[in-house]
């Protein structure tokens, strides 16, 4: 669906004018409405949302609260989606921007993923391949993964979701993140060359042989994040010339030379536990989005916080939720009008939901 226009007359509004009327629009919708907000979102965004957190916290918040009759995800779509098919079917759920997209979700079509499955069932037994999807998909390819005996995951939770799918099968096929499906697997011990491929969707049969299919452990899609895979060892090791004494803490979708050259490494909400409770006169260089270092610096006034990529990264697709944008949807509800629903087809809801639901029980 693509995102119509926005009436000039809000398009024209300053800041301060559209704060005045998101706040009386927020005021009147009360308790029937819940924003959420992702930690990536920019601050003029993130002041409006009752809760903010990652995209799996994020839904499962929208899932504790069902008296809320709608949802603002301030977030991308396909974390929209997941709170779809995570909520009731009289809530609805609403992307304030329809082309908030992520462009790591957009590289695993599920076209592409079937084909990829067919072309692995000409070599191998593709019964014992689990798929892994991380969270980071369409509603489709977790479909995919539901239907075909695999589970979602998580940053925080791929390391016990890729134990599971390696205790359940002979391989696993991992998308669309190749570095959180790498560094996952060596972090489990797993060697990045002699037990790994990595699935180029665009050339045939992957840009593999069937005799590595059939060797390797892991089959890694070639997907990664345009924000994550801008941070490299370099950055790494100006920022220790730089700052005696400091900690460099990246996301694990980065790519693996990063991680390890890092002092730790995780999800979102890992980096924000372990950055904000480090004692005061910490230094940290964060390997993750702007807004998000930013906002742990401005918080954090003790201690040193920097982002590791010199040049400002952030989600260029989280920033199309403008706060104009945000007004609009509400000013509509307030006519009671439902624009920018994510409405997930049933029938893709309920496999997709075989996969969050496996994730959740191994988690
Ligand atoms: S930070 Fe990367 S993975 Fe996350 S929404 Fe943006 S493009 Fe997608």
Not at 65 to 90: Q, R, W, Y
Not at 311 to 338: F, K
């Amino acid at each position: 669906m693509l995102q119509q226009p926005l009436p000039a007359e809000i398009t024209r509004l300053i800041p301060a004018e559209t704060d005045a009327r998101i706040a009386t629009a927020r005021k009147s919708l009360a308790d029937d409405l819940l924003i959420l907000g992702h930690h990536y979102q920019r601050d003029e965004i993130i002041k409006w949302a009752d809760f903010r957190g990652d995209s799996l916290k994020l839904s499962q918040l929208a899932a504790e609260h069902p008296e809320a009759k709608t949802i603002i995800f301030c977030g991308v779509h396909f974390m929209a989606e997941s709170a779809d098919i995570l909520t009731t079917a009289n809530q609805a759920v609403i992307l304030p921007n329809m082309s908030a997209g992520c462009s790591m979700a957009d590289m695993a079509s599920s076209r592409q993923v079937e084909a990829c499955w067919e072309d692995l069932a000409e070599v191998t037994d593709t019964s014992r391949i689990v798929p892994i999807t991380y969270v980071n998909s369409t509603a489709a390819l977790k479909a995919f993964v539901g239907r075909n005996g695999g589970a979602s995951c998580t940053s925080s939770n791929a390391k016990k979701v890729v134990e599971w799918a390696l205790e359940r099968g002979d391989k696993l096929l991992f998308f669309p993140d190749q570095h959180l499906g790498r560094n996952t697997a060596v972090a489990l011990g797993l060697d990045a060359d002699n037990d790994m491929l990595l699935w180029d969707p665009y050339k045939p049969f992957g840009g593999v042989t069937p005799k590595e299919v059939r060797a390797k452990r892991v089959l890694l899609w070639k997907g990664h994040c345009s924000v994550h895979g801008r941070f490299n060892v370099d950055q790494i090791a100006k920022a220790r010339q730089d700052y005696t004494g400091v900690k460099v803490i990246v996301h694990p979708e980065c790519p693996l030379d990063v991680v390890q050259a890092a002092d730790l490494n995780g999800s979102t909400e890992y980096i924000i536990k372990a950055v904000s409770e480090s004692p005061a006169g910490s230094v940290w260089a964060v390997g993750t989005e702007i807004n998000l270092v930013s906002r742990l610096a401005q918080e954090h006034p003790d201690k040193t916080i920097f982002c590791l990529d010199p040049v400002v990264c952030p989600c260029s697709t989280m920033y199309r939720i403008h706060p104009h944008y945000l007004l609009w949807v509400m000013e509509n509800l307030l006519d009671g009008v439902v624009v920018n629903q994510v409405k997930v087809p049933p029938a893709i809801a309920a496999d997709a939901r075989l996969a969050l639901d496996r994730m959740l029980a191994i988690s």
